[in-house]
């Protein structure tokens, strides 16, 4: 479960602010849409979620995240990191190793996953996104599509119990779109926390819960 109490946010004393007094509770299996036009804080509020605003970005943050009871301002980002993960919006911010198998391989290795179940692992995400020839790819030369692919496995590696998806539908062919659409409808089946923001609509209806963002001024 996780549930944000009372959450006003602005970057700025001096500029305005995006949320004031944002409520929410997001149980288990729940696939949440954050919809809103561009720049009204759907980017900000994952990263709210996931703790990377205040402690990397900063601003003027009052109210509280819970995920299962815990305020995660309690908590520092390695230790949330293995419950709730951030697919970023730009995905050059969240690839860091020169090939794709090296990419999907460093969560687990830094969780001291056993070798030969990083490599069970990585091989069935990989064939999940049909994106199995990718695995010894450069990731530098991967299309925009391809690495939220990439990226997106990365996640899937760890198996979070919340999902924050930002944009994941960017770039990404019919195909491709409803691939990750019947994975996030598996990820809620087995009790996980999906939030999705993006403006696909056929994406966008999976939820069954709702936060429209509008600018406030
Ligand atoms: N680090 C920052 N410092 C100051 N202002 C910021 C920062 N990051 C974002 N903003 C501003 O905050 C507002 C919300 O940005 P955000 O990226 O959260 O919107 P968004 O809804 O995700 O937009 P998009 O649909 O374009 O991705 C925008 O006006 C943006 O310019
Ligand atoms: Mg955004």
Redesign the pocket.
């Known amino acids: 479960m996780l549930t944000i109490k009372n959450i006003s946010f602005r970057?700025?004393i001096e500029?305005s602010f995006?949320f004031k007094d944002l409520s929410f509770e997001a149980s288990d299996g729940d696939i949440v849409s954050i919809s809103?036009?561009?720049?009204?804080?759907?980017?900000?509020?994952l990263n709210i979620l996931c703790g990377v605003i205040p402690k990397i970005?900063h601003?003027e943050l009052d109210g509280k995240v819970f995920i299962k009871d815990q305020d995660i301002s309690k908590l520092t980002l390695p230790q949330t990191a293995p419950c709730i993960s951030l697919l970023m919006?730009e995905p050059d911010q969240q690839l860091f190793f020169p090939t794709v198998e090296q990419e999907l391989a460093f969560a687990p290795e830094n969780l001291k996953v056993p070798k030969e179940k990083i490599e069970e692992t990585i091989s069935s995400v990989l064939l999940e996104l049909n994106i199995e020839s990718l695995r010894f790819e450069e990731t530098a030369f991967l299309s925009f599509g391809q690495k939220k692919l990439v990226t997106f496995a990365s996640i899937l590696t760890l198996s979070p119990d919340i999902f924050l998806l930002d944009?994941p539908s960017a770039g990404l062919s019919k195909k491709y779109i409803e691939k990750i659409s019947s994975i996030i409808k598996k990820l809620s089946e087995s009790g996980k926390i999906i939030f999705i923001?993006d403006h696909n609509k056929d994406l966008l209806s999976m939820a069954n819960k709702k936060i429209v963002?509008d600018k406030i001024s």
């Not at 036009?37 to 980017?43: E, I, L």
């Open positions: 970057y700025d500029l995006l809103g036009k561009s720049g009204s804080g759907k980017t900000t509020l970005i601003g919006q944009e923001a963002l």
